[in-house]
């Protein structure tokens, strides 16, 4: 079923003060791009379409956007040069389609919710049809400082007049703390004749989506701000301090909505979740760990303090992982432990075993990578190394400090100790 909605992100900028050749939309925050967060929350007003607008490093925006969205239809129109907002708008203009109204937002503004976005369009779409056809809709925030933004200027019954430039304020609209974001939900219908008549008279000789709403107030149609409720979400990435301002505030997020499902995170100031995490309820995460992406935790686990998880990690329910310890690619088994140092690598680790203190899964031959097995009830003992690929059957055991070639044919129950390891004659 069609929604009439079309959601316009502008994302052409190369980001000078970022310091980076990297797209300023590509810069990750807990995971993913900032353009992945934008697309997400867009996604979330299930839109019939989004259009990207792209520029610096166009294929890599468009790659990225891609892998993050594989089932939106998403189009892409490059605005070269790039002219100011109103020019990427009207470059936009005809991949737009036939839809009711017209959402635009930022590649660079990843605070922004799903649930602001959808108030934005109810307000553009919350009267009667013919108001929907003529209204247009602007997200605004109410700042303690506003300096710098476009103001919101207010007439009588507080309705909407215009939006003045910090440049062209007078002094008593720069005391309003009204400001306007340039998010923006437009009436289909009018859109292209006013991007016809946006013009470029001014010192930076470029064309602003500002001057839409002017028009629209101007021809007596309703332009209706929507006040965000968390004026956080107004935040856009400029350079690496707003980035890193940005992606704490959307660790917070990460890290409330598991404490949310029941998982236990002791200290959140010093715990590092990403994007794509599953953690099961009644587990607990401990002092200085980090998490990344695509790691999967089940139910009444233990991680940290000092651990890293990393993609491909997976921990069974009940299973622990302690202090100084590194998981990649590597599986540990309902009930089984490695608790402190160790790094596994590659690994197939069956239930209830133990990995003791400093030990190495050996999984890379300088070329290729190969996976280690231990089965379930196995002792690995502290500071032993198995070289990959081997397997530590069912309930056997390594001594401290054992080294466990490729050549090693262990047996179930076995015992193996030394360097390099040899099974140990039963006394």
Not at 32 to 41: F, N, Y
């Amino acid at each position: 079923m069609s929604s009439g909605t079309t959601v316009v992100i502008l994302a052409a900028g190369k980001g000078t003060r970022m310091k980076s050749e990297r797209p300023k939309v590509l810069h990750e925050l807990c995971g993913r791009s900032m353009l992945g967060w934008v697309l997400d929350a867009c996604a979330g007003v299930k839109p019939d379409r989004i259009v990207v607008v792209v520029g610096h490093r166009a294929a890599d925006v468009e790659a990225n956007a891609r892998a993050e969205m594989p089932d939106m239809d998403l189009q892409f129109v490059l605005q070269e040069p790039q002219l100011g907002t109103g020019h990427a708008l009207q470059v936009a203009a005809p991949a737009i389609g036939d839809c009711e109204r017209v959402v635009v937002t930022y590649g660079d503004m990843p605070l922004l919710t799903t649930e602001s976005l959808e108030a934005l369009i109810e307000a553009q779409n919350g009267f009667s049809e013919d108001d929907a056809a003529d209204s247009v809709s602007l997200l605004t925030a109410l700042v303690d400082d506003p300096f710098g933004y476009g103001r919101v200027v207010r007439g009588e019954d507080d309705l909407f007049e215009r939006i003045v430039e910090q440049k062209d304020a007078s002094e008593a609209e720069q005391m309003l703390n009204e400001i306007n974001l340039g998010v923006y939900c437009f009436a289909r219908q009018h859109l292209d004749r006013d991007l016809g008549r946006l013009k470029n008279d001014n010192a930076q000789k470029e064309y602003y989506i500002t001057d839409l709403a002017g028009m629209a107030a101007a021809d007596g149609r309703r332009v209706i701000p929507v006040v965000l409720e968390d004026a956080a979400e107004a935040q856009g990435v400029n350079d690496l301090a707003q980035l890193a301002d940005v992606r704490w505030q959307i660790q917070l997020r990460i890290l409330e909505q598991h404490m949310a499902n029941g998982v236990r995170i002791m200290d959140p100031s010093t715990t590092f979740i990403d994007h794509g995490v599953t953690i099961g309820t009644g587990t607990e995460i401990l002092p200085c760990t980090v998490i990344r992406g695509g790691v999967v935790i089940g139910e009444d686990c233990e991680v940290g303090p000092f651990s890293h998880l990393r993609v491909g990690a997976v921990l069974e329910n009940r299973a622990e992982v302690g202090n100084f310890t590194e998981m990649k690619k590597s599986r540990l088994g309902e009930g089984s432990k490695a608790k402190h140092l160790s790094y596994l690598g590659d690994a197939e680790i069956g239930a209830g075993a133990n990995i003791g203190a400093g030990t190495i899964f050996a999984n890379y031959d300088g070329t290729h990578k190969h996976k280690s097995v231990v089965g379930d009830g196995a002792f690995v003992g502290s500071g032993t190394i198995i070289v990959a690929p081997n397997v530590v059957p069912k309930g056997a055991t390594t001594g401290a400090g054992a080294v466990l070639t490729r050549s090693a044919e262990m047996a179930e129950d076995e015992t193996w100790v030394g360097l390099p390891a040899r099974k140990l004659p039963r006394k």
